[in-house]
């Protein structure tokens, strides 16, 4: 098939748009759907992408009608019914989801895959950054937008390609990594996956589709069993212990510095120039990958001190002796869990607090218990109402199964997502967290400006 034009069902999403910039740069003609504008969309449309906002079949432009000459790029999150996509299969498009692409992908490079319920955003970006500033350099697609390029997307002529590999609707399953770190398997997406022994299961079945010649570098301690193929190195890695481990471990005055200890080459005295707790973790898994294909000492250390993070992951907006203001994309128990563990490493005596939207009706369901557990650690817990995303209300699951279960001693508080403006506006914060994948990340440059004005 002669491709000359790609029509995305979901554009605005974070995966979606990266894809989307690979064509642009390639010069075909890219347009497509979204439900509402974002600022994604919006860079997607200076870049040259043709997007509109309705279930409209005549928005599709002409050279998006031409099946001999249109791929169709869809997310599994689009209902079957939606009216563009039932178009497209009744009319015999190529159709193909996402993760079928980045698959293809990984078949024509080598693929530096980070799979795991939690961390392959922030350790997918840190290898990338390592690789593309190294000798090696590499392309990557990742599921947010890196500070240090200002894009998910990063272009070059090299071999290797870091991609974000997502196990949501097992769409992971496309992939043929070279290497390939898996970080966490915590059960999540029980509304596809039912069970947390089918959610391990599709893990282990992951590792079966690592390329021979390649590696598993995997977190210590995790309960899914690998099943790799003949010839797949396998390491393993965690904070103190491993293949791939930190030693001296120093946390002080907001920095963060450590001895990478490696069975190829240790590398001492590594900053962290995203100096985060959690990351030590991701870095380790990412020095280990970019070690693994070739990366030099040099190479790492410099790599992870330029490193800068990325969008809505643990992302200051503000930073004084007064005051601390950051959002964080966390979203599932464990991802809460660290990240208010984090914050407490870095502001042991100051209040902390949050302001959580819960993000599906299932995962509350499922996971309401774990949330309370995980929020408790901060002083103060402001719940707004439910992020729906692709579901449906389901009764009696509501903001409130969290508020109930939160430890006594911990301020708390339900309010309306619209109501979070005037709250910030009427109250003195010492360290505000913003937590969730939802839409309130939208209030953040809003809330952003109201707390600095009154510094």
């Not at 280990?288 to 992302?315: H, I, K, N, P, W």
Request: proline share 4%.
């Amino acid at each position: 098939m002669n491709i000359s034009s790609v029509y995305f069902i979901g554009i605005g999403g974070i995966g979606m748009s990266a894809i989307a910039r690979y064509f642009l740069r390639r010069g075909l003609v890219v347009a497509g759907y979204d439900r509402a504008p974002s600022e994604l969309t919006r860079r997607l449309e200076q870049e040259g992408a043709l997007i509109h906002y309705e279930e409209d079949l005549d928005a599709i432009p002409d050279a998006c009608k031409q099946k001999d000459s249109c791929l169709v790029v869809y997310t599994p999150a689009i209902p079957a019914e939606h009216k563009e996509l039932v178009y497209f299969r009744e009319h015999g498009f190529d159709l193909q989801k996402r993760a079928q692409l980045l698959g293809t992908l990984t078949r024509q490079m080598k693929g530096l895959c980070v799979a795991g319920t939690h961390g392959k955003t922030s350790t997918s970006a840190m290898c990338a950054h390592i690789m593309h500033e190294s000798h090696l350099d590499c392309n990557a697609f990742l599921g947010g937008i890196t500070k240090n390029y200002g894009t998910n997307y990063i272009v070059s002529d090299s071999d290797y390609v870091v991609i974000e590999a997502d196990e949501f609707d097992r769409s992971f399953h496309w992939l043929s990594p070279w290497m390939t770190v898996i970080t966490a398997t915590d059960p999540d997406h029980l509304d596809i996956y039912g069970t947390k022994e089918a959610y391990l299961e599709s893990f282990a079945h992951y590792t079966e589709l690592i390329q021979p010649g390649g590696a598993l570098i995997i977190h210590r301690g995790l309960e899914m069993k690998e099943r790799l193929p003949e010839g797949v190195r396998r390491y393993d890695y965690a904070l103190n212990e491993g293949d791939f481990h930190a030693e001296k471990v120093k946390i002080d005055n907001g920095e963060i510095t450590f001895d990478f200890v490696s069975p190829i080459e240790s590398v001492k005295d590594v900053i962290l120039g995203n100096p985060i707790p959690i990351n030590i973790e991701n870095g380790i898994a990412a020095m280990a990958m970019a070690q693994l294909a070739g990366c030099r000492a040099e190479e790492l250390r410099e790599g992870m001190r330029t490193y800068s993070g990325v969008d809505r992951r643990f992302d200051f907006k503000i930073k004084t002796p007064q005051l601390v203001f950051l959002s964080d994309y966390a979203h599932h128990p464990k991802e809460i869990y660290e990240s208010a563990r984090s914050l407490r490493q870095l502001y042991r005596d100051r209040h902390i607090t949050a302001i959580f939207q819960p993000h599906l009706y299932t995962r509350t369901r499922d996971f309401y218990r774990e949330f309370a557990e995980a929020l408790s650690q901060l002083d103060e817990v402001i719940l707004t109402d439910i992020y729906p995303a692709r579901e449906l209300p389901i009764e009696g699951v509501t903001s409130k199964l969290i508020y109930d279960n939160l430890k006594p001693g911990v301020e708390r508080q339900l309010i309306n997502k619209n109501d979070v403006l005037d709250l910030v506006k009427s109250r003195d914060f010492d360290v505000l967290v913003v937590l969730g994948a939802g839409d309130l990340d939208d209030k953040v440059p809003q809330i952003t400006e109201i707390l600095c004005g009154r510094k």
